[in-house]
């Protein structure tokens, strides 16, 4: 059933103008006063009461309800969104910054639940599990040959803290199956991917996202680099797309002096909200430089924009997303939940960042799309910047709004125009599976390789290289790599040294060439 656009204002003030959950008020239309109040209002509601009781085939009214408030939404803005309950938990937990599990990482490869790697110090890693093996059974549960989604995989393997599980697991290096128990623990999700000394006296901390542990854990990975000499810190903020903004808030309090504004925020009745940095900033006086590409939005452009605007560092690399929209959720009864925009928020010196959406959704997802077409993302240049929006920083610095951070230093992509989607690939999980396939095929022959060993193993051969290319083109991507051939043995191998001897080299690998640091360095 299809809900005329005629009465979408209607709707939109049911539903959020109020705050109202909209199950509820369905399920109760003679109860609210709202409804009582406003006969417009309660059309909808009588609506779907009609077609639940008189129409005459059976109607999934959840379905209409779900398939109204994403209707609504649409007309908002590009941010505000419903999140149905099969989702939400996954959202919750990903945010929340840990769970109850066994701690392994793994994928389906050929029907089969494999193990890239368990978790450093979890509880499958100390139960004996290691990269390769294959879960067959969880407790007397077959998952192999069932094509079973992740959901139903993750409800098998999570559980409550300290209950015990029987794994039988196939170890293909050894050709045999091995029962073992596993107890169940609490495992985090790091927003924090590595914290480690570049060279000399450069820090390096790379945020995936900003989530409830990930002031904690930076402040941690800060204060360890400090401890070893860190007088100067590089944010890496590249592909992070945000999330709460207390805590860049919380980073950026970390970074600035006393009383200088990180951020302000504006309703919709002109009611600001300003946050200003405290006493407690253990890193006030060092040089700090973010990276941000096209991929950097939200609370990261927060982040940017108070360093930025502040004039306390230096922003490297290509023009952030463009999302100044503070959203809320709102939580519905059946789990359900509605991200819905509150506010905008502004950078210190006043401009919002947000880029226009006044062409709809797809358009303004798709913005991203023009600045591959008109050459931004290999020339300064060539963005296009308003100086209707132009401010100032108290050191008189032009910095601009309307469409994300312009950083301070500028940095291509790191491939040649026209073959853009082979940097995306390279941050895929494509790459991880690969190099587990490849791996699997022959485990044995890295045994015993110190790193050095294994970088000059990786260096001195094209022979996964090739096998990439080869691999890429079997899954039905018509993708030649060409001139990109150094950036792809790069990732490859940074991959390799993940899977077989931790997160820390694989950015060992990666940050040696990569173009923003080797930029941060030159500029310090």
Request: glycine residues 6%; charged residues 30%; without cysteine.
């Given at each position: 059933m299809k809900i005329d656009n005629k009465y979408l204002p209607i709707i939109i003030s049911v539903a959020l103008g109020l705050g109202v959950v909209l199950g509820g008020l369905l399920n109760a239309p003679n109860q609210s006063p709202f409804f009582a109040k406003n006969n417009s209002k309660n059309k909808?509601?009588?609506?779907?009461?009609?077609?639940?009781?008189?129409?005459?085939?059976?109607?999934?009214?959840?379905?209409?309800?779900?398939?109204?408030?994403?209707?609504i939404l649409a007309k908002l803005d590009p941010?505000?969104?419903?999140?149905?309950?099969?989702?939400?938990?996954?959202?919750?937990?990903?945010?929340?910054?840990?769970f109850v599990g066994i701690g392994v990482n793994f994928y389906m490869y050929n029907d089969s639940v494999a193990i890239i790697k368990p978790v450093e110090n979890g509880p499958s890693a100390k139960a004996g599990i290691k990269a390769g093996d294959r879960i067959l059974y969880a407790d007397k549960t077959k998952l192999f040959g069932?094509?079973?989604?992740?959901?139903?995989?993750?409800?098998?393997?999570?559980?409550?803290?300290?209950?015990?599980?029987?794994?039988?697991?196939?170890?293909?290096?050894?050709?045999?199956?091995?029962?073992?128990?596993?107890?169940?623990?609490?495992?985090?999700?790091?927003?924090?991917?590595?914290?480690?000394?570049?060279?000399?006296?450069?820090?390096?901390?790379?945020i995936n996202r900003f989530a409830?542990?990930?002031?904690?854990?930076?402040?941690?990975?800060?204060?360890?680099?400090?401890?070893?000499?860190?007088?100067?810190?590089?944010?890496?903020?590249?592909?992070?797309?945000?999330?709460?903004?207390?805590?860049?808030?919380?980073?950026?309090?970390?970074?600035?002096?006393?009383?200088?504004?990180?951020?302000?925020?504006?309703?919709?009745?002109?009611?600001?909200?300003?946050?200003?940095?405290?006493?407690?900033?253990?890193?006030e006086s060092g040089n700090v430089f973010v990276l941000i590409n096209e991929n950097s939005a939200s609370?990261?452009?927060?982040?940017?924009?108070?360093?930025?605007?502040?004039?306390r560092g230096t922003i490297v690399g290509r023009r952030s997303f463009g999302k100044g929209l503070v959203q809320r959720e709102m939580d519905?009864?059946?789990?359900?939940?509605?991200?819905?925009?509150?506010?905008?928020?502004?950078?210190?010196?006043g401009r919002s960042i947000q880029k226009p959406y006044s062409k709809g959704n797809e358009a303004y997802f798709k913005e991203s799309d023009t600045r591959f077409v008109n050459g931004e993302l290999y020339e300064k240049d060539s963005i296009k910047v308003s100086n209707a929006l132009k401010f100032k920083t108290k050191k008189g610095k032009i910095v601009y709004g309307g469409g994300g951070i312009v950083p301070d230093v500028f940095v291509p992509l790191e491939v040649e125009h026209g073959n853009e989607s082979t940097a995306y690939l390279l941050q895929s999980g494509v790459v991880g599976h690969f190099v587990f396939e490849q791996l699997d095929k022959n485990r044995n022959?890295?045994?015993?390789?110190?790193?050095?060993?294994?970088?000059?193993?990786?260096?001195?051969?094209?022979?996964?290289?090739?096998?990439?290319?080869?691999?890429?083109?079997?899954?039905?991507?018509?993708?030649?790599?060409?001139?990109?051939?150094?950036?792809?043995?790069?990732?490859?191998?940074?991959?390799?040294?993940?899977?077989?001897?931790?997160?820390?080299?694989?950015?060992?690998?990666?940050?040696?060439?990569?173009?923003?640091?080797?930029?941060?360095?030159?500029?310090?």
């Open positions: 909808l509601n009588k609506l779907i009461d009609f077609i639940d009781n008189e129409y005459v085939d059976n109607v999934n009214t959840d379905s209409i309800v779900n398939l109204t408030v994403d209707n941010h505000s969104v419903y999140i149905p309950p099969s989702e939400q938990a996954e959202v919750v937990e990903s945010m929340k910054g840990d069932r094509k079973l989604p992740n959901d139903s995989l993750f409800s098998k393997l999570k559980g409550t803290v300290g209950s015990e599980i029987e794994l039988t697991v196939y170890r293909k290096s050894e050709r045999k199956k091995i029962k073992l128990k596993v107890k169940r623990d609490v495992i985090p999700l790091k927003s924090v991917d590595i914290s480690m000394l570049l060279k000399n006296d450069t820090g390096y901390i790379k409830e542990t990930t002031y904690g854990e930076f402040k941690r990975g800060l204060d360890a680099l400090k401890k070893q000499g860190a007088k100067s810190l590089i944010i890496d903020l590249r592909d992070n797309g945000g999330g709460y903004m207390e805590e860049a808030i919380a980073i950026a309090d970390e970074l600035l002096k006393d009383k200088q504004l990180i951020v302000f925020t504006k309703n919709k009745k002109g009611n600001i909200d300003k946050t200003f940095a405290t006493e407690r900033g253990s890193f609370a990261s452009e927060i982040l940017a924009g108070a360093i930025q605007d502040n004039d519905f009864d059946d789990g359900s939940a509605v991200r819905l925009t509150i506010a905008r928020y502004y950078t210190p010196t022959a890295f045994n015993g390789l110190t790193f050095q060993q294994f970088l000059t193993k990786m260096n001195e051969t094209d022979r996964y290289f090739d096998s990439f290319q080869k691999y890429i083109f079997e899954n039905g991507l018509d993708l030649k790599f060409g001139k990109s051939k150094s950036l792809v043995k790069r990732y490859v191998a940074a991959e390799f040294a993940r899977q077989l001897y931790g997160e820390k080299y694989y950015y060992e690998i990666v940050l040696k060439e990569d173009a923003m640091i080797k930029a941060v360095l030159k500029n310090q």
